[in-house]
């Protein structure tokens, strides 16, 4: 199982990024998928989670800026994050777990992961 993520860099404050992930040697059935940041200095913590047939989570500092979706035909997850602030400056990974993952914000129930992608706001 690998997860490739990409699409950080630095953005303005109220601007606009897209993180993608790609995941391979998994398919997408009875799974989670989910979105972490991690700042310096700080614990990682939940952004967005969404599941096999499409429910979404969002943590409060996020909601109504950050869309989180999934194309199953490419095996990828996206976030699209729009008006962001220098608080959302982190390290950005996406996960993997069974479906009961999304039931909590807790990083452990997550069995795979990527290898992160910056994202900066200034």
């Known amino acids: 199982v690998q997860l490739v993520e990409s699409g950080g860099g630095s953005a303005q404050v109220g601007g606009s990024l897209r993180l993608s992930c790609q995941i391979s040697?998994?398919?997408?059935?009875?799974?989670?998928m989910g979105w972490f940041r991690q700042a310096l200095g700080k614990e990682r913590e939940g952004v967005a989670t969404?599941?096999?047939?499409?429910?979404?989570s969002y943590a409060d500092s996020v909601k109504g800026r950050f869309t989180i979706s999934q194309d199953n035909a490419k095996n990828a997850v996206y976030l699209q994050m729009s008006s962001l602030k220098p608080e959302d400056t982190a390290m950005y990974y996406c996960a993997i777990g069974w479906r009961w993952a999304c039931d909590s914000w807790s990083a452990s129930r997550y069995s795979y992961w990527g290898q992160g992608t910056q994202v900066t706001v200034s």
């Open positions: 040697g998994y398919t997408n059935s009875g799974i989670c």
């Open positions: 969404i599941d096999s047939d499409g429910s979404t």
